[in-house]
């Protein structure tokens, strides 16, 4: 193990600790990556289709769907499940069917079960990124997609030196800063069920990407766009 690395006990006392402030620290920060991504799992969605939104924190994304959408959401941190009890009970959501602590890197859904997938700011979160991303693909139905929207650290350089330099601190509070895209590439040429259809830098910086997987293996009549 690296000084790089997460861990599940940690993860969950961190996002516990986070909870109650989330919204306030990460709402406005992240806004326009959480509405381009939703955009993009919408209009993969085919008709009575369900979204899994995994790690899905508070649930800030969960009101920018529509209301026809069917949501399940998961999150490994008991604290941010009740955030999203919450707010539920504030907002209604009918469309959000189920909501389970859940850790992405082992899911209990059955195979294929998902025509979208929705991970927003989670796999640099995940201890084991690469397994969380394999539990993509597995509860994704073939033709189906998988949006991820994420930090892409710059590995070299001055950002790249200062990304690493930070992984002590950002640990503690829960996510990775050193992530490069190197670490995608790999996964998905050793993962092998997977096309890339859209590598999408955010503004401001291109600090961050919104990046679209098709599953591509055993495509079939699933009626997936
Ligand atoms: C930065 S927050 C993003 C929350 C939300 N998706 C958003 O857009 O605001 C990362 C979330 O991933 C969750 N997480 C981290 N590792 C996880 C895992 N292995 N399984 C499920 N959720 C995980 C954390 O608990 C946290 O809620």
Same mark, same amino acid.
């Given at each position: 193990m690296t000084t790089s690395d997460l861990e599940n006990d940690g993860v969950i006392?961190?996002?516990?600790?986070?909870?109650?402030?989330?919204?306030?620290v990460f709402g406005g920060v992240f806004r326009e990556g959480r509405r381009d991504a939703i955009g993009a799992?919408?209009?993969?969605?085919?008709?009575g289709g369900r979204v899994l939104e995994v790690g899905a924190g508070t649930g800030l994304n969960l009101p920018l769907y529509k209301p026809t959408t069917r949501l399940v959401a998961v999150d490994l941190s008991p604290g941010m499940i009740a955030q999203i009890a919450k707010r539920k009970a504030q907002?209604?959501?009918?469309?959000?069917?189920?909501?389970?602590?859940?850790?992405?890197?082992?899911? *209990?859904?059955?195979? =294929?079960?998902?025509?979208? @997938?929705?991970?927003?700011?989670? +796999? *640099?979160?995940?201890? =084991?990124?690469?397994?969380? @991303?394999?539990?993509?693909?597995? +509860? *994704?139905?073939?033709?189906?997609?998988?949006?991820?929207?994420?930090?892409i650290g710059a590995n070299t350089g001055l950002r790249g030196r200062i990304e690493k330099a930070l992984m002590p601190i950002t640990r503690r509070l829960g996510f990775r800063t050193d992530f490069p895209y190197s670490r995608y590439e790999n996964w998905a040429k050793a993962n092998g069920q997977v096309e890339l259809l859209e590598n999408r830098p955010l503004p401001p910086l291109g600090h961050f990407s919104i990046l679209t997987y098709r599953k591509t293996a055993n495509c079939n009549n699933s009626g997936v766009k």
């Amino acid at each position: 193990m690296t000084t790089s690395d997460l861990e599940n006990d940690g993860v969950i006392r961190a996002y516990d600790r986070w909870a109650p402030i989330y919204d306030l620290v990460f709402g406005g920060v992240f806004r326009e990556g959480r509405r381009d991504a939703i955009g993009a799992a919408e209009a993969a969605l085919p008709d009575g289709g369900r979204v899994l939104e995994v790690g899905a924190g508070t649930g800030l994304n969960l009101p920018l769907y529509k209301p026809t959408t069917r949501l399940v959401a998961v999150d490994l941190s008991p604290g941010m499940i009740a955030q999203i009890a919450k707010r539920k009970a504030q907002l209604g959501l009918a469309n959000l069917e189920e909501v389970e602590v859940m850790n992405a890197q082992a899911m *209990t859904f059955t195979d =294929d079960a998902f025509e979208v @997938l929705v991970a927003n700011y989670v +796999v *640099t979160s995940c201890p =084991d990124p690469e397994a969380a @991303l394999d539990e993509f693909v597995r +509860v *994704t139905k073939p033709g189906g997609h998988i949006v991820i929207t994420t930090r892409i650290g710059a590995n070299t350089g001055l950002r790249g030196r200062i990304e690493k330099a930070l992984m002590p601190i950002t640990r503690r509070l829960g996510f990775r800063t050193d992530f490069p895209y190197s670490r995608y590439e790999n996964w998905a040429k050793a993962n092998g069920q997977v096309e890339l259809l859209e590598n999408r830098p955010l503004p401001p910086l291109g600090h961050f990407s919104i990046l679209t997987y098709r599953k591509t293996a055993n495509c079939n009549n699933s009626g997936v766009k």
